[in-house]
């Protein structure tokens, strides 16, 4: 019965976080169109498939398949660095999105939308940088510090003790 509670809970985890962020992006494109689907987003695999099929993305089918693949490598590499710290913040895992959406999202507008079907390595630096630098200002201003908060409030080992009931 634990393991079926477990397996449940993230279940439901995935599908809210998965239905925020598509909210949101969303939302981001119909007040501020283009912002959400250009060169500053974030997101998770799921919430960034749902998004993306949206006729609001204006990157269409290529950021349904670079997005999505970069957000699922960076919560997968955030998952394994989860455990490293440095001053008691992970601050490694919380590179992962910026870096894998920088690399796969700065070159899917390279090579398809600023040089049509070429690849210019300094385009791909300039709209990979441009990626990175708007995930990580969300996640230096959001991400690190609601996980300190979570933590710190060890609300993250409440939910684990309330799994294991």
Known sequence: MKKQRKSVYYIVQGA?????????TIMQNVLLPGTASMAVQSGLTIGCVIANISSLSALGPYDLIFGSLASFFAAVSMF???????????????????????????FEIDFFFVNNF????????????????????????????????????????????????
């Open 16 to 24: 809210i976080i998965a239905a925020l962020y598509a909210t949101l």
């Open 80 to 106: 394994a660095l989860r455990n490293v710290r440095i001053k008691k913040l992970a601050i490694p895992a919380a590179l992962m999105p910026s870096l894998m959406n920088g690399l796969l999202v700065g």
């Open 118 to 165: 070429a690849f210019n390595f300094s385009d791909f630096l300039f709209q990979g940088a441009l990626v990175a630098l708007g995930e990580l200002a969300v996640l230096i201003v959001l991400g690190l510090p609601f996980s300190y908060y979570i933590e710190k409030r060890h609300l993250n080992k409440t939910i684990e003790r309330d799994l294991k009931k």
